[in-house]
């Protein structure tokens, strides 16, 4: 009898909008951060699921590479971003998390809503990165006296 028959079978058949969970295309995709973004106080006040759905943002950025001599420069298009609820709840992220995660980071400056999508599942919202972060400050805790 082999190690796996003693397994219990697990069943992935949950419905998704979309569809997406039967597609398990994996993205190879690097996210490159900048020191200066990781050591803003935006980026500071970020919890760990709002940190994973800007991740995944940047990581569903499209680029291309101009090559100009041995010099290369990567030119990233910040916009037209989409990530679904459904994207989120294969990541592990409820819909409520999602929302205030996009929510956190819309207010942050860290995406902005270029569109926002229907209640019916057919219009996604679509979002742009945006370097609004940089530009954040932190409001006044108040002074220990």
Not at 38 to 66: C, G, N, P, Y
Not at 83 to 92: N, R, S
Not at 108 to 131: C, K, P, Q, T
Request: hydrophobic letters at 35%; glycine letters at 8%.
């Amino acid at each position: 009898m082999s190690t796996w028959a003693c397994l219990p079978r697990i069943n992935n058949t949950r419905s998704v909008p979309g569809d997406v969970m039967n597609k398990k295309k994996k993205s190879r995709r690097y996210v490159q951060l900048d020191y200066d973004l990781m050591d803003s106080v935006a980026f500071k006040e970020l919890s760990a699921h709002q940190i994973r759905v800007l991740l995944k943002f940047m990581q569903k950025r499209k680029w291309s590479t101009l090559k100009k001599g041995r010099d290369k420069k990567t030119i990233y298009d910040d916009g037209g971003l989409v990530l679904t609820y459904g994207e989120a709840e294969i990541m592990g992220i409820k819909k409520s998390s999602f929302h205030k995660a996009v929510k956190k980071l819309v207010e942050l400056g860290f995406i902005d809503v270029e569109h926002y999508g229907g209640w019916l599942g057919r219009d996604y919202s679509r979002y742009a990165i945006s370097n609004r972060w940089k530009y954040y400050v932190a409001p006044d805790i108040g002074v220990l006296a």
